[in-house]
């Protein structure tokens, strides 16, 4: 599996941008896929989820509402739309392939990760 994630960039808060992750082994196709973000002197933490075939979605607390994950199995894409950021929200994220067809919060469930991409929010 090799992921590509892009999308990041620097946008006033309040802003959007949408993230891409692209399986370009087309291997993930039966497996969840999630993102997660890590800032500067901070842990890992999960961002959001989704089922093998986008039926299931999960997100933790801070960003439910603001942001929303979808894929397009056609395109073995998956996508992080974020509207409204904050300046918490600045970050690298990374998008991982799940270890099963449905993933859940913790990292130890993702098995291959892509690189990051850098999303600066500014205030």
Known sequence: VQLQA???GVVQAGGSLRLSCADSRRTSSNNAVGWFRQAPGKEREFVA???WNGGITHYT???KGRFTISRD???NTVYLQMNSL???DTAVYYCAVGLRSV???QSSGYRYWGQGT???VSS
């Open 118 to 120: 850098q999303v600066t």
């Open 103 to 105: 993933a859940g919060s």
């Open 86 to 88: 904050k300046f918490e």
């Open 73 to 75: 199995s056609a395109k």
């Open 61 to 63: 607390d801070s960003v």
């Open 49 to 51: 989820a989704i089922s």
């Open 6 to 8: 892009c999308g990041g």
